[in-house]
Nanobody, 123 residues
């Protein structure tokens, strides 16, 4: 079992920054792929960013150049640094974990999810 707890969400003005954290506990070594997804009201959950192992990172086109995903294995923590935030980034952000073989861009391969943290960007 793996437990994921997100933190760091909040209200920020457009152009501002936030850093999300996802603290992982349990059998984290078995889940080499970790990702961030988001879900806005009335919309499907969508891929934001993922990291496989340490250095293999992936980003949605909508956040490329603005968001940075990283992980600290010593602390069992995943991060998402979000800069130049836009109102369309407003959503609940979820942390997810899965094995190394999954397709990172879709939700189906991830088998552990956090409870989500709200990010609201005002214009």
């Amino acid at each position: 079992q793996v437990q994921l707890v997100e933190s760091g969400g909040g209200l920020v003005q457009a152009g501002g920054s936030l850093r999300l954290s996802c603290a992982a506990s349990g059998r984290t070594s078995s889940r080499s792929t970790m990702g961030w997804f988001r879900q806005a009201p009335g919309k499907e959950r969508e891929f934001v960013a993922a990291v496989r192992w340490i250095a293999n990172t992936y980003y949605a086109d909508s956040v490329k150049g603005r968001f940075t995903i990283s992980r600290d294995n010593a602390k069992n923590t995943l991060y998402l640094q979000m800069n130049s935030l836009k109102p369309e980034d407003t959503a609940v952000y979820y942390c997810a974990a899965g094995p190394s073989t999954i397709v990172v861009f879709t939700t189906t391969g991830y088998d552990y999810w956090g409870q989500g943290t709200q990010v609201t960007v005002s214009s």
